[in-house]
T-cell receptor, first 113, second 110 residues
């Protein structure tokens, strides 16, 4: 049973560029959430997708956008990258109908220079 | 006051010790509580869910005190392999999203 997968594992971008991160949920899960984790901090919620719609959003600017596909996989897009966007980006999937236990992927480490 | 607070530590303990971490939450409408383990530069992994008064799994026990608004994690007979950061997450009624604390670092010395 495949767990949550994310790609790429590492990424280096320059300020002002755009980035797309990808996530495939655990088998049987239909809900995908994205988090940003800075060093020494807990994961900060960006948004959650369910039935291809953004169901809930955290306190992140519009530069952060996402999408969920019919197969439940998801993308996170960040435009106009800032140095402060450097972090570990985690995708988590959860049970049908949005259960509360979150199962995380290995993350994408983004460095903005 | 932050929604979910944890002492960042680190807690340095010898192998075999019993160690406990507390996680306090500010929203009285919180109803679901989780402990995650996160190894350095890895993803958080679900350790335990707490929906009522507590939960136990081997050497790990979680207890919920709703009156004082905290949830604790107790690790008995700690092992060097328990060295990690322990994240507390709390769900509020009506929200699908847990709020995470910043985590507590544990180092168990052989």
């Amino acid at each position: 049973d495949a767990g949550v997968t994310q790609s790429p594992t590492h990424l280096i971008k320059t300020r002002g560029q755009q980035v797309t991160l990808r996530c495939s949920p655990k088998s049987g899960h239909d809900t995908v959430s994205w988090y940003q984790q800075a060093l020494g901090q807990g994961p900060q919620f960006i948004f959650q997708y369910y039935e291809e719609e953004e169901r809930q959003r955290g306190n992140f600017p519009d530069r952060f956008s996402g999408h969920q596909f019919p197969n439940y996989s998801s993308e996170l897009n960040v435009n106009a990258l800032l140095l402060g966007d450097s972090a570990l980006y985690l995708c988590a999937s959860s049970f049908p109908a949005g259960g509360y236990e979150q199962y995380f992927g290995p993350g994408t480490r983004l460095t903005v220079t | 006051r932050k929604e979910v607070e944890q002492d960042p530590g680190p807690f340095n303990v010898p192998e075999g010790a019993t160690v406990a971490f507390n996680c306090t939450y500010s929203n009285s409408a919180s109803q679901s509580f989780f402990w995650y383990r996160q190894d350095c530069r890895k993803e958080p992994k679900l350790l335990m869910s707490v929906y009522s008064s507590g939960n136990e799994d081997g050497r790990f026990t979680a207890q919920l005190n709703k009156a004082s608004q905290y949830v604790s994690l107790l690790i008995r007979d700690s092992q060097p392999s328990d060295s990690a950061t322990y994240l507390c997450a709390v769900n509020t009624r009506g929200s699908y999203i847990p709020t995470f604390g910043r985590g507590t670092s544990l180092i168990v010395h052989p």
